[in-house]
């Protein structure tokens, strides 16, 4: 069962643009949702994160927004850059169950030059 | 600051074989996670600590996996015999206390076994 979908396995886009990352989760009792970017060969790294008492989080050229009836967030990068390019996961916590992150498949991003 | 410190960096065993791996969390943390990240999927818990105790090892295969955290600092996370389907990525995490959520990734050890 998976909890949190991440239905897009791969994406490309043009420098300068803008690059959305979906995700879906189904389980109504995640209260915190984080995204974590990984670079080939290396552990992946705290991005942006986002409690489920708000509806978005901005840090520079991210924004998390989370849609909760939905039960849906995304990423947005703006604008993106070719440094961005790496695998992106979307995580959820669960709110009795302190500390354990369920991820997402993750998002191969490509941005081109 | 020293991150989360992971070894092997890579490791190749035939199958039936043991192999370890192990972790050196960045100074301070009580939290400790393993987790294993198979080809195209997210990582999956296998296994929480805070300090010295296993607080979450409810996905850990205890018939062939084993792991400790002897005083609460480094870890290591054993399999006795391996598998074929073992073959993936083991990733250690830490973070500062319990429920804090922004867990902190070593580079993770890449196992294939043969």
């Known amino acids: 069962d998976q909890q949190v979908k991440q239905n897009s396995p791969s994406l490309s886009v043009q420098e300068g643009r803008i690059s959305i990352l979906n995700c879906d989760y189904t389980?109504?009792?995640?209260?915190?949702f984080l995204w974590y970017k990984k670079y080939p060969a290396e552990g992946p790294t705290f991005l942006i994160s986002?409690?489920?008492?708000?509806d978005k989080n901005e840090d520079g050229r991210f924004t998390v927004f989370l849609n909760k009836s939905a039960k849906h967030l995304s990423l947005h990068i703006v604008p993106s850059q070719p440094g961005d390019s790496a695998v992106y996961f979307c995580?959820?916590?669960?709110?009795?169950?302190?500390?354990?992150?369920?991820f997402g498949q993750g998002t191969t991003l490509q941005v081109k030059p | 600051e020293a991150g989360v410190v992971q070894s092997p960096r890579y490791k190749i065993i035939e199958k039936k074989q043991p192999v370890a791996f192990w972790c050196n969390p960045i100074?301070?943390?009580?939290?400790l996670y393993w987790y294993r990240q198979n080809l195209g999927q997210g990582p999956e818990l296998l296994i929480r600590?805070?300090?010295?105790?296993?607080?979450?090892d409810s996905q850990l295969p205890k018939d062939r996996f084993s792991a400790e955290r002897l005083k609460g600092v480094d870890s290591t996370l054993k399999i006795q015999p391996a598998e074929l389907g073992d073959s993936a990525v083991y990733l250690c995490?830490?973070?500062?206390?319990?429920?804090?959520?922004?867990?902190?990734f070593g580079q993770g050890t890449r196992l294939t076994v043969v």
């Open positions: 986002i409690s489920s008492i708000k």
């Open positions: 600590y805070e300090n010295e105790e296993a607080v979450d």
């Open positions: 389980n109504s009792m995640f209260d915190y």
């Open positions: 995490a830490s973070s500062l206390v319990r429920g804090q959520t922004e867990a902190f």
């Open positions: 995580a959820a916590r669960r709110l009795s169950n302190t500390g354990k992150l369920i």
């Open positions: 100074s301070g943390h009580n939290t």
